[in-house]
């Protein structure tokens, strides 16, 4: 099992609390979901969430993601996970209150 990450705000997650898949606002803009690997959440926390209250730290097994997930360059070249459909909710295994 490896895992990765999602950072959503709890009133964006809320709005698909009764859905079978989450879809962040990324994927109609970009194509795709934003996610972290565990290395790799501190410093998207730190970019673009500061003082955003009210987060929750999705837990997603990569094992259990049925749209396509591919490791591409992001910030400073890093590979970031980018899930190319709605996150199917079976793969996230924790939900975490960031604050």
Do not use: C
């Not at 290395?39 to 955003?52: A, C, H, M």
Request: no cysteine; hydrophobic share 40%.
């Amino acid at each position: 099992m490896s895992i990765i990450y999602h950072i959503v705000l709890a009133a964006d997650w809320a709005r698909f609390e009764n859905e079978p898949a989450y879809e962040a606002a990324s994927l109609q803009t970009e194509g795709f979901i934003h996610l972290s690997q565990k290395e790799q959440v501190d410093g998207t926390l730190s970019r673009y969430y500061q003082n955003v209250p009210d987060l929750l730290l999705l837990h997603v097994d990569t094992d259990k993601l049925t749209p396509e997930l591919r490791y591409e360059p992001s910030t400073n070249d890093d590979l970031f996970p980018h899930l190319y459909g709605p996150l199917n909710k079976e793969a996230i295994v924790v939900i975490e209150r960031l604050n």
